[in-house]
């Protein structure tokens, strides 16, 4: 069984778009700019807006915050991503979700010029994505294509089964695992809380990604032996022995699950860390206009 | 076995948009407008144009053929592609595929104003589609849902599996049978060339889409009992038993197949009859402003 390090291939990516960086910088051209968006002061979001400012300034990135408090208004905040379309320095631009209940994510998200769309949620990017176009693919996803493709794991004609039907994991993992690339090629099967043969489907896979939410759901007799397995799964659980006074749980029951794989992402260290470098690369094609020219 | 009557759903489809169009007509409301640019002179696009124009007249449309010579160069049809967008009077435009290779398919689809696109080939109305929200979907998908719905056919929990990924049938029916919905809300496995375990796929499925294009390809022994099979193939065979010289053929071994199937569509008269009715309904719904307001 090998474990798949995203933290070691996040590190290496980052020291590639850190150098990619410099090497604009050297050339004289222009470096690569993100804002973020942060609306009120939900725990969870600070921390990962502060993380992708961080890592921005880490690989030599320009970045921006604008904040807003809760209260901010639907056309406040369609106002101010008018702004960061129009600004020819921002090459790419992210709204934190959640948004508050009275403002419709949806529109704020189809109000983003689909060219600074990093995060790849334009409906623009996801149809595109779906063709088989070049595109902004979204940060979990992508980071996922990444490490298959830094592990070198076979895909082609291999049957990758995703647990979960989300418009941000599921959905498009499902669409670029079936298309004619490496990673890709895949028979591909969705299955979610309404399917019937969920624990069957699973003792099918090859590569079993598991983008439930559902704490050590997946168990050892629903994997084949030899299966590739990747834990999407972060919840929160409460814990006494760590200083935060919680866990990252996973999708996946480790313990007994890994022994059966031929790779397994471990959380936390697996899929986690890969996702802000998605970004970080989304940004830097952006900053190339490498994607809409 | 029961068989799915796809000229008889799309008789009934006629006569239900034909009836709107006539209330529409008594309130005094705008006649839904298509218009379907014609490139060349291919034997098969006159025929899919004229039916499509012909079936306009008999429900009531207006309709608006506009016709190029083979050596249209892509500025004149991207021009035209701009005339039509900006042409108050028309609901919803087609531009019949395929097109002389010196002109970007591609270009031309995205070219199209989204709100217009009733064939529902623009990446908004594919990534809206993926994302569940309201978009013109394409017209073979539409139908075979309509065909599922219309015959209550359940699917909910059940496994769907798509043989076929292409971008107008295999992947946005897929898309369409996993979203939280009826039809839909299935397990959806998609398979194609490259798939290693097609056949074991094809007999765990509750529902078979087939749509490879390979005439007769499915055969009993892939066929669970009791599957509803919907074949998409219409490959047109030399024949001299026709008038015409050629029979169209399924991508299904009908007769071997069907004994075992609680339902299945046939070919001619299965899901074929249905594209056309889908993309009249959808010309309704732009007309009606019913999708983007």
Same mark, same amino acid.
């Given at each position: 069984?090998?474990?798949?390090?995203?933290?070691?291939?996040?590190?290496?990516?980052?020291?590639?778009?850190?150098?990619?960086?410099?090497?604009?910088?050297?050339?004289?051209?222009?470096?690569?700019?993100?804002?973020?968006?942060?609306?009120?002061?939900?725990?969870?979001?600070?921390?990962? $807006?502060?993380?992708?400012?961080?890592?921005?300034?880490?690989?030599?990135?320009?970045?921006?915050?604008?904040?807003?408090?809760?209260?901010?208004?639907?056309?406040?905040?369609?106002?101010? $991503?008018?702004?960061?379309?129009?600004?020819?320095?921002?090459?790419?631009?992210?709204?934190?979700?959640? +948004?508050?209940?009275?403002?419709?994510?949806?529109?704020?998200?189809?109000?983003?010029?689909?060219?600074?769309?990093?995060?790849?949620?334009?409906?623009?990017?996801?149809?595109?994505?779906?063709?088989?176009?070049?595109?902004?693919?979204?940060?979990?996803?992508?980071?996922?294509?990444?490490?298959?493709?830094?592990?070198?794991?076979?895909?082609?004609?291999?049957?990758?089964?995703?647990?979960?039907?989300?418009?941000?994991?599921?959905?498009?993992?499902?669409?670029?695992?079936?298309?004619?690339?490496?990673?890709?090629?895949?028979?591909?099967?969705?299955?979610?809380?309404?399917?019937?043969? +969920?624990?069957?489907?699973?003792?099918?896979?090859?590569?079993?990604?598991?983008?439930?939410?559902?704490?050590?759901?997946?168990?050892?007799?629903?994997?084949?032996?030899?299966?590739?397995?990747?834990?999407?799964?972060?919840?929160?659980?409460?814990?006494?022995?760590?200083?935060?006074?919680?866990?990252?749980?996973?999708?996946?029951?480790?313990?007994?699950?890994?022994?059966?794989?031929?790779?397994?992402?471990?959380?936390?260290?697996?899929?986690?860390?890969?996702?802000?470098?998605? +970004?970080?690369?989304?940004? +830097?094609?952006?900053?190339?206009?490498?994607?809409?020219?």
């Amino acid at each position: 069984m090998y474990l798949i390090d995203g933290k070691a291939v996040a590190a290496q990516m980052k020291k590639e778009i850190s150098e990619e960086v410099l090497d604009i910088k050297k050339a004289g051209g222009k470096i690569p700019h993100l804002a973020a968006v942060l609306v009120g002061h939900d725990g969870g979001s600070e921390t990962y $807006v502060a993380n992708k400012v961080q890592t921005c300034e880490e690989v030599g990135f320009k970045s921006s915050l604008i904040r807003y408090e809760e209260d901010v208004t639907e056309e406040e905040l369609l106002a101010c $991503v008018d702004s960061l379309n129009k600004d020819a320095d921002i090459d790419g631009f992210i709204v934190q979700l959640p +948004l508050p209940n009275h403002i419709s994510e949806q529109k704020i998200i189809e109000a983003i010029d689909y060219r600074k769309d990093v995060d790849g949620f334009h409906p623009i990017n996801v149809g595109r994505m779906s063709i088989g176009l070049p595109c902004f693919v979204s940060a979990t996803p992508a980071g996922i294509l990444e490490l298959l493709k830094r592990y070198e794991i076979a895909t082609k004609g291999k049957h990758c089964v995703v647990l979960g039907r989300s418009n941000i994991v599921g959905k498009p993992l499902a669409m670029l695992m079936m298309q004619k690339a490496y990673p890709g090629d895949c028979t591909v099967t969705v299955c979610h809380s309404r399917s019937e043969n +969920l624990k069957e489907m699973c003792c099918h896979a090859d590569i079993l990604i598991v983008a439930l939410g559902v704490p050590e759901f997946l168990k050892a007799d629903m994997v084949k032996d030899g299966a590739v397995v990747i834990d999407v799964g972060t919840t929160r659980m409460p814990s006494s022995t760590t200083k935060s006074g919680y866990k990252l749980t996973g999708d996946v029951k480790f313990d007994e699950v890994s022994p059966k794989c031929s790779y397994i992402t471990p959380v936390p260290g697996g899929v986690g860390p890969m996702t802000i470098l998605s +970004l970080m690369r989304n940004t +830097l094609l952006a900053g190339k206009k490498s994607i809409f020219g």
